[in-house]
């Protein structure tokens, strides 16, 4: 065969196979950490789907951090369904690119948050500052590492997490604000993403503390073993809810809104909640939860939505331009 | 156009066609969106956008390190091409293919490695450490990140004015009594500051603009090591798209306003 031929019969196979796959493609749009997690998934997902007697799907995955993806797909990133970090995020879906209805977070239960995580401290084996809660990073000496929260959806759950401690614990708006300069003077790097501030603390061995979703930590300490760090459950922290939903204007487009809905509905599933938690994502399902009871700390959380009045009111309160961050980095 | 010779070759309407062709559809048309995009702010509201403190800050860096960068490229850039042009040794060959490794890495991956050994628990960094020095998280990160990115740019347009200068003409220079210092000042030099300028020039241009590889050397601390591609990068996560313009055309303007007074020195310095 000829080089030419050959060729020619690629291109062929191409255009003629390109189009069976098209039509059981998904797109699911995600954020940095949930890589492992949706890899595990999208094979158990397969295999109940085929089994009652659907057509396999490919499911293809992208992750970035939760604020740029949610831009892509506004963009016009043909996301058939979106993961990603915050519902805030997902909001903008709606608020800027017109692509799902107001109300998409009340199709799915539990606020469409079918697995949920939480703030923890990742200190270095043996704890050699005595760091046990929020008021210890605070003091002489320590160094935090947390990214930006103005570019990291994970930092902006690791500076709610620090507020409402400070709130609870000095009992006012004023010293928590007074609490959150402070321990942003403690922090010598501010990375732009949660995996960037994981390879800081980590690699580069920057800092004595690193503020991380629960599953990144652990994560990391899988990673490495467990002999260079432990993790430190803080006396409170917040729930960090990841919500998920299908993109309306995709899916009708693509005709694949039957095989989305099933699959992020299978996300609920006992064996969804399986997966979700053997990839360190606190679970939903109770009964999946008692069996994982052993490897999650038990911690006291506030909620975005009863502690702080959404996304919608503490996005543009703490993070948007002139916020509460940008003033603890003014008044410098 | 009086004095316009019909040249060898000819198509002069065609070749600007494709030019002005080639040119709107990389350059104008996405600058021309830019700005279009910015006049959804009033005057007022740019000014405002452009004049916040955090800004200004970030100005200032990223056009000092840049800047401090193409110089540091200016000096070692000239010694390395004059190394390769004027010296054969053994592994010259490589060195010369190694000099643009630097535009061939993902800048993100340059980055991460020279994070990993310029922090202050890294390889070199626990030496400078030592002595006191910070490098990594400092200014200092920055420009080195940048004299890495930049590094081919002075090196490739210096060298073949460089290879270009014949030998004889130093000898004929040393011949009539010159002495080396006099041969570089009044004979290397002046051939080869336009080229120089060039590769500075490029060099300043790319630095100004670079974010992957500064990113993770940066520490990104607001007002002091925050530079001006990452705070367009904030405003978009909060989906403030003029706001980023507004940015982008400040950074477009300094840049072009510089890259202009560089052009019209090298004009000076070409027909004295």
């Given at each position: 065969m000829s080089i030419r031929t050959l060729s020619l019969s690629l291109i062929a196979s191409a255009l003629f196979a390109a189009p069976a796959l098209a039509q059981t493609t998904l797109l699911n749009v995600s954020y940095d950490p949930t890589r492992e997690l949706y890899v595990e998934y999208n094979k158990a997902f397969n295999k109940h789907w085929t089994a009652q007697g659907n057509e396999a799907v490919t499911v293809q995955q992208s992750h970035g951090g939760s604020g740029k993806q949610a831009r892509a797909v506004i963009d016009?990133?043909?996301?058939?369904?979106v993961t990603l970090a915050l519902a805030g995020d997902i909001d903008e879906l709606h608020?800027?690119?017109?692509?799902?209805?107001?109300?998409?977070?009340?199709?799915?239960?539990?606020?469409?948050?079918p697995y949920t995580s939480t703030i923890v401290f990742l200190v270095r084996k043996g704890n050699p500052k005595n760091i046990?809660?929020?008021?210890?990073?605070?003091?002489?000496?320590v160094e935090v590492i947390t990214p930006n929260p103005k570019t990291s959806g994970g930092a902006r759950w690791n500076f709610l997490a620090a507020w409402a401690w400070a709130q609870q614990h000095y009992g006012s708006e004023a010293k928590a604000q007074e609490y959150v300069k402070a321990l942003y003077q403690h922090v010598p790097v501010l990375d732009t993403g949660a995996r960037a501030s994981t390879i800081t603390f980590?690699?580069?061995?920057?800092?004595?503390?690193l503020l991380a979703w629960e599953n990144e930590a652990f994560l990391a300490l899988k990673e490495q073993g467990g002999d260079q760090f432990e993790i430190v459950a803080p006396s409170l922290s917040i729930l960090a809810e990841p919500p998920v939903s299908v993109v309306d204007k995709n899916v009708d487009k693509h005709g694949t809104r039957k095989v989305a809905e099933a699959y992020l509905q299978y996300l609920y599933s006992e064996e969804g909640q399986r997966i979700a938690a053997k990839n360190f994502y606190r679970p939903r399902n109770e009964k999946v939860a008692a069996e994982f009871a052993q490897q999650f700390p038990n911690l006291k959380l506030v909620t975005i939505d009863k502690d702080f009045g959404g996304w919608k009111t503490a996005q543009p309160k703490f993070?948007?331009?002139?916020g509460v961050f940008d003033q603890i980095y003014q008044a410098q | 156009m009086s004095r316009r010779i019909s040249p060898v070759i000819p198509g002069f309407g065609l070749t600007l066609g494709y030019t002005l062709v080639y040119l709107s559809l990389l350059v104008l048309i996405p600058l021309g969106a830019l700005f279009l995009k910015t006049t959804d702010l009033t005057w007022a509201q740019f000014i405002q956008v452009i004049s916040a403190p955090r800004v200004l800050a970030a100005l200032k860096l990223s056009f000092s390190t840049a800047f401090f960068a193409a110089l540091i490229n200016g000096v070692i850039g000239t010694l390395l091409a004059w190394v390769l042009v004027r010296y054969t040794f053994p592994g010259r060959k490589i060195i010369d293919a190694m000099i643009d490794l630097p535009f061939a890495l993902p800048t993100a991956v340059a980055g991460i490695a020279l994070t990993a050994l310029y922090a202050p628990k890294g390889l070199i960094g626990s030496l400078a450490a030592d002595i006191g020095l910070k490098i990594a998280y400092t200014p200092l990160g920055i420009t080195l990140a940048l004299t890495f990115v930049t590094l081919p740019f002075v090196v490739r347009t210096v060298q073949p004015v460089l290879a270009d200068i014949p030998r004889e003409v130093e000898e004929a220079a040393a011949c009539l009594g010159a002495k080396p210092l006099q041969v570089a000042r009044h004979v290397l030099l002046p051939a080869l500051l336009p080229a120089w300028l060039t590769g500075f020039a490029l060099a300043f241009a790319r630095g100004v603009g670079e974010y992957g590889s500064v990113i993770f050397i940066a520490?990104?601390?607001?007002?002091?090591?925050?530079i001006l591609p990452l705070l367009i990068m904030v405003k978009l996560d909060q989906y403030d798209y003029t706001g980023a313009t507004a940015i982008g055309v400040l950074m477009l303007v300094v840049s072009f306003i510089l890259l202009l007074a560089i052009n019209l020195l090298q004009r000076r310095i070409e027909t004295p």
């Open positions: 016009g990133l043909k996301a058939d369904v608020k800027l690119g017109k692509l799902i209805p107001e109300n998409w977070q009340e199709r799915l239960p539990q606020a469409s948050t046990k809660d929020w008021g210890d990073l605070t003091k002489d000496g980590v690699n580069n061995q920057i800092g004595d503390v993070f948007n331009d002139g | 520490g990104n601390m607001p007002m002091k090591t925050e």
